[in-house]
């Protein structure tokens, strides 16, 4: 299927790579969205990410706040002007991401493994203009992934994106989920209009990692990067390791040389 899509740039934006979108991993309470959204605005980053549902490997751990912290995401655009994405995974998730006013919609590495929910999903936003990115599938599945997005394509959702977030292995050794870089890299090839992000932050799973991984990304063309970033990542309720403060993120980004003024 030849797709024929639609820039996925909000005005204001510059489209120039990489793109930045940072915010913490979950959306924990509003006073800690706030900080982290006014520490990364004072940053010049102009989209905010943050998940409020969170599916997660085994129950009893955080899963998000739910519907609540989606009132947060519209003071958040209201105080700082900023755009706000988060990660929806049910039709019920997409209906109250779109009345809250959610700027940017991702699909998440646990839902894109399988095929119905991604259906649900795409049916969910038929005759919607919004943004769609779509991390890849935890496992190592390049037609799985493009079948996704030919879903949505198919939806008629034509602002589409990808987010490299690596692939799950049983033997964990320095990254958390491996890069497999000729997998993007093949999606490019594939499918060269389509705008690829990276997620550093699961990739590595560590902050100490991050940098290196960025380079990578960026050497190879990445389109954007999905970055997590938190007031007090030692607190956080998920992924403490992989979160950045909003200075340490600015730090980050100047090393890289990445402008988002």
């Not at 990364?40 to 129950?59: C, E, H, M, N, Q």
């Not at 009893?60 to 519907?67: K, N, Q």
């Amino acid at each position: 299927m030849e797709m024929e899509l639609e820039s996925i740039m909000l005005p204001g934006i510059d489209p120039q790579r990489p793109i930045v979108i940072a915010g913490p991993c979950s959306a924990e309470t509003e006073e800690q969205v706030m900080e982290t959204a006014r520490g990364i605005a004072d940053k010049g980053i102009k989209l905010f990410r943050a998940g409020i549902w969170k599916p997660r490997t085994k129950p009893g751990g955080f899963e998000g706040i739910g519907a609540e912290g989606l009132q947060w995401l519209k003071r958040v655009k209201k105080e700082t002007g900023m755009y706000v994405a988060t990660e929806v995974a049910t039709k019920d998730h997409v209906f109250e991401a779109l009345k809250a006013g959610i700027d940017v919609l991702w699909i998440g590495a646990r839902t894109t493994v399988n095929p119905f929910a991604v259906q649900e999903i795409a049916d969910a936003l038929k005759g919607v203009d919004v943004p769609v990115l779509i991390k890849n599938p935890v496992n190592p599945d390049l037609e799985l992934w493009i079948g996704a997005f030919q879903r949505l394509y198919g939806a008629g959702i034509r602002r589409l994106g990808a987010i490299h977030r690596g692939f799950s292995s049983y033997d964990k050794k320095m990254y958390r989920n491996l890069p497999l870089w000729h997998i993007p890299i093949e999606l490019r090839r594939r499918m060269p209009n389509l705008p690829i992000f990276c997620d550093p932050s699961h990739i590595g799973g560590k902050r100490e990692l991050l940098a290196a991984i960025c380079k990578k990304a960026i050497s190879l063309h990445a389109d954007g990067l999905f970055i997590e970033s938190h007031c007090c990542p030692q607190k956080a309720l998920s992924d403490a390791a992989q979160q950045l403060t909003p200075p340490a993120l600015a730090e980050l980004l100047a090393m890289l040389n990445v402008s988002i003024e």
